[in-house]
């Protein structure tokens, strides 16, 4: 069964809005489940284009090209991605590029996966020393006006912003056993 936008929780239906509203015109991913109904919504919609990359850091030129081409795109990433995108950040500051990223974060929350954890640690601080203003929703309620607001900074001021989105809103991850 697929997922409608009738049974996406409230605040993954508020992120497409604003990326929708916002003339978004590229969405670049590694698949991931607290991105699923904003990833599932750009595909079914014929005006923009999504991007399914093979490693985060390839979407920091997607939305950097996308810039350059007159069209505004968003990276969606885990936190886990955040580590592999740190030598591509600097084309951010370089080029002066805006930038605008969802980050689902993992490694906090009762994660079950203890991988996790260090990078979910050092993500807001990896995102800060490249340069990145790092806006952090947690509420279900808040995260529309924080994501505008990140990503008005990034398209109307010229400013790179990293929204994370913390896992308490995506719910516990837990092994499956089948």
Known sequence: MSE?????????QDIFKVLKEGDVRQIAYVPDAGHSHVIRSAIADPDIQDIVLTTEEEGVAVVSGAWLGGQRAVLLMQSSGVGNCVNMFSLLSSANFPFFTLVTMRGEYADFNPWQGPMGRATQGALELMGITVLRASDPAQVEEIVRAGFDAAFEAGDRVAVLLGQNLIGRKKWERK
């Open 4 to 12: 409608t936008a009738t049974t996406a929780p409230a605040w993954q």
